[in-house]
């Protein structure tokens, strides 16, 4: 069993070690009263792998006595001053469920202690005038002791301050401006920022440790090449690739979904640059992202169905909804959902999505540059966009040629593909090809968001079809069923006749001009 919460705090180096660096923050912005908390003597066992992966992610995971929160705790970073903290009980062995969710990171490697750090910690709570927790401040007086082969013991002092609830009582913007304030007050106090993340990279610098392993910057990708715009996009999304993943296997919001829109990224790029990357290297890695994708996508779409479905129904008048309809799509969606859930869990538990992970950390490490790497940008960008764009073209014609029916929404559907291409297209050559190429980016979104809204609307007939035909079978109205079908039906056929408009837009020569010449 785990538990999360995030945590928003900044590190500083106090002007004075003991008490004494513990400055009065009483009106510093909201700050009205600063009360003392308990002293705490803290024990922590850091565990990474032997060449610290983990760390080179700024990943912590460490086994922890003394204070309130004694147990495991995985730090995974978020966005500037934000992690999250998932904790599991004390045990002997790193717990199985942190083993999991650090697996992107560690690719099955074994975990092993790495440093142990004693702490004494003072604490100072940081209230408002209703008495109300803003913010702890802590000095902690810290020995760390390396266990690696080599390493020697380091011993410092640390000031802290951590906002309550994970981004403060009042929300993000708030506890963003208490944070600033506070440190406004301690650089006057001579209290700087600490140029460590954490106590364990202060540890494994000041103890002499091993540095965690780096992906070094790719040979013959010159700075301003085609090259380098491609490399520099690969790498942005095997990042969240590997990112996305413990938020994935916990099934946060959204999670699957974006790391399902890596996968795409991903393999469009390497698509639509074939003439900068050799397609002997990266075919085979679009086949295995493709496969991910695929294991993804069973639970992303179910995911979509759920919310279009229970949407539309929720909007419906009570007089027209008859019989258990919640319950049954309640019913429907456990039994499909859990089952998706667990197959996208499995596969990222297999050898083969861990030799995909290995084998784009390759491709960044030794790229299979062709001639055109280290050439003009604005040419070689300009036409893999074009090239996308007239695919894109080619399908919309296409689609059009063809009456109203299942092979059209085929069509229409092979489209929607081919406008994400133009757009992810688009997202790496931006860079070098600016506003041009991102006009035309926009007019292809625009053309995606009618496609999909299309094939959303023909996916959920399909399931409230089959859905008034299990209410049928068990002797429930079918009426409300039929009702949510008809009305997707209308959303069809409505986005077709909205289609054409948006597609002549997109197509003004206008938008290509700057990029043919």
């Known amino acids: 069993m785990t538990q999360s919460k995030r945590e928003t705090e900044r590190k500083y180096e106090p002007a004075t070690r003991g008490v004494g660096g513990l400055p009065d923050l009483t009106g510093t912005g909201p700050v009205a009263s600063v009360t003392e908390a308990a002293s705490e003597k803290l024990d922590a066992v850091y565990h990474d792998t032997a060449d610290l992966r983990l760390a080179g992610a700024s990943v912590t995971l460490r086994r922890r006595t003394g204070g309130a929160d004694a147990g495991w705790h995985l730090k995974l970073p978020l966005t500037g001053d934000t992690r999250e903290e998932v904790r599991a009980p004390l045990s002997d062995e790193v717990p199985e469920a942190l083993r999991a969710l650090v697996l992107s990171r560690t690719r099955g490697a074994r975990l092993r202690p790495v440093v142990r750090i004693r702490s004494r910690r003072v604490v100072r709570h940081l209230r408002d005038a209703q008495g109300a927790l803003l913010a702890e401040l802590s000095l902690d007086d810290v020995r760390a002791d390396s266990l690696l082969a080599g390493g020697g013991r380091a011993e410092w002092s640390e000031l802290e301050v951590e906002l309550a609830d994970g981004d403060g009582p009042d929300g993000p913007a708030a506890g963003a401006e208490l944070l600033d304030r506070v440190e406004k007050k301690l650089r006057k106090k001579g209290v700087v920022r600490s140029d460590s993340p954490s106590k364990l990279a202060r540890a494994l610098r000041d103890t002499g440790s091993r540095a965690a392993r780096e992906v070094p910057a790719p040979a013959g990708a010159n700075h301003a090449s085609p090259g380098?715009?491609?490399?520099?996009?690969?790498r942005e999304q095997v990042e969240a690739?590997?990112?996305l993943d413990p938020a994935v296997r916990r099934?946060?919001?959204?999670?699957?979904?974006?790391?399902?829109?890596?996968?795409?990224?991903?393999?469009?790029?390497?698509?639509?640059?074939?003439s900068v990357l050799d397609r002997r290297t990266t075919d085979p890695l679009r086949t295995e992202l493709k496969w991910l994708a695929g294991e993804l996508g069973v639970a992303r779409d179910q995911e979509v169905l759920r919310e279009r479905i229970g949407g539309a129904l929720d909007e419906l008048p009570e007089d027209l909804v008859l019989g258990p309809v919640a319950a049954r799509l309640r019913v429907w969606d456990v039994s499909r959902g859990g089952d998706a859930l667990t197959r996208t869990r499995e596969a990222l538990d297999t050898p083969r999505y861990l030799r995909l992970l290995d084998?784009?950390?390759?491709?960044?490490?030794?790229?299979?540059?062709?001639?055109?790497?280290?050439?003009?940008?604005?040419?070689?960008?300009?036409?893999a966009v074009l090239k996308e764009y007239g695919r894109l073209a080619g399908r919309m014609e296409r689609a059009f040629e063809l009456e109203a029916g299942p092979a059209r929404a085929t069509a229409l559907h092979e489209a929607r593909k081919a406008a994400k291409k133009v757009r992810y297209a688009v997202e790496v050559a931006r860079p070098a090809l600016g506003k041009p190429a991102g006009r035309l980016g926009k007019r292809a979104k625009k053309v995606q968001k009618v496609l999909g809204d299309h094939q959303d609307a023909v996916v959920a007939q399909e399931a409230l079809r089959a859905l008034a035909v299990k209410a049928h079978g068990?002797?429930?109205s079918a009426f409300t069923w039929g009702l949510l079908h008809g009305r997707e039906r209308a959303t069809a056929e409505a986005r077709q006749r909205e289609l054409p408009e948006v597609w002549r837009a997109a197509s003004d020569?206008?938008?290509r001009a700057p990029l043919e010449h």
């Open 509 to 511: 020569p206008s938008l």
């Open 474 to 476: 068990a002797g429930e």
């Open 359 to 383: 084998a784009l950390d390759a491709l960044l490490r030794e790229p299979p540059l062709r001639a055109k790497a280290s050439g003009k940008p604005a040419r070689t960008m300009a036409a």
């Open 241 to 243: 690739l590997v990112a």
């Open 251 to 274: 099934d946060l919001p959204d999670a699957v979904h974006q790391m399902r829109v890596t996968c795409r990224r991903l393999r469009s790029c390497l698509r639509s640059y074939r």
């Open 228 to 234: 380098a715009y491609v490399l520099g996009y690969l």
